[in-house]
Structures are given as structure tokens and as C-alpha cells.
């Protein structure tokens, strides 16, 4: 089965930028960010399809980013510009076979264990 594991999370202070990273032990056709802040419920953040076609929240859109480096199958989001508001644990997401990126929690069958990222 294949396996995700996050890093890179921590304490960044408004307008920050931060990087995180998510190493997959096995091939994985789409990938995605989720992110669940406090008191809220979990949210996509950004996804890349197979094809290299991206998606993005409206609410990260110009600040942040969703690279993947398919020899190495690790997915990494770019953040930049932070905001309080994207303060929230960080879940990197597979759904198996599918090929594009679907912005719904149940969708994804495969989570890592999380990140936290918070901006003060």
C-alpha cells in the first residue's frame, strides 16, 4: 500500500512563506493539499492532476503553489504571502487510480498523517 508522509510545517509569521512536502512510497496519478483549521472542517487547498494540471482554492490563488516531482513521487505546496487565516493542519491526499483532482474530502481514500502550519 502506498504510504504519505508530510513535512515541513511550523511557525511562520504573516506574509512568510513556507514549504511543505509529501513523499509518497508508490506511484500516485493525483495528488492534493487538504487542510482542516480549528473549529473548521477540511478543505482542499490545491490538487495536480496526472497530467500536470493544476487547481486551487480560491482563497490560496496567486500565493500559493502545487509542484510535484514525479521521478522522486513527492508533492510539495509552495506557500507564500501567509495569512492567519491559513493557519491549519496539512494533509497530503491520494485518491488511488483517478487521474484528476477532485475538491472534495470524500474523494480521497488515502491521507498522511498531517502538518501543522501556523501563521502569527
Known amino acids: 500500500d502506498v504510504q504519505l508522509v508530510e513535512s515541513g510545517g511550523g511557525l511562520v509569521q504573516t506574509a512568510g512563506s513556507l514549504r511543505l512536502s509529501c513523499a509518497a512510497s508508490?506511484?500516485?496519478?493525483?495528488m492534493a493539499w487538504f487542510r482542516q483549521a480549528p473549529g473548521k472542517e477540511r478543505e482542499g487547498v490545491a490538487g495536480?492532476?496526472?497530467?500536470?494540471?493544476?487547481s486551487y482554492a480560491d482563497s490560496v490563488k496567486g500565493r500559493f503553489t502545487i509542484p510535484k516531482d514525479n521521478a522522486k513521487n513527492t508533492l510539495f505546496l509552495h506557500m507564500n504571502s501567509l495569512k492567519t487565516e491559513d493557519t491549519a493542519m496539512y494533509y497530503c491526499?491520494?485518491?488511488?487510480?483517478?487521474?484528476?483532482?477532485?475538491?472534495?474530502?470524500?474523494?480521497?481514500?488515502?491521507w498522511g498523517q498531517g502538518t501543522q502550519v501556523t501563521v502569527s
Open positions: 491526499v491520494q485518491r488511488g487510480a483517478y487521474t484528476d483532482y477532485d475538491p472534495r474530502t470524500y474523494a480521497y481514500t488515502l
Open positions: 508508490g506511484v500516485t496519478p493525483c
Open positions: 495536480i492532476d496526472s497530467d500536470g494540471g493544476t
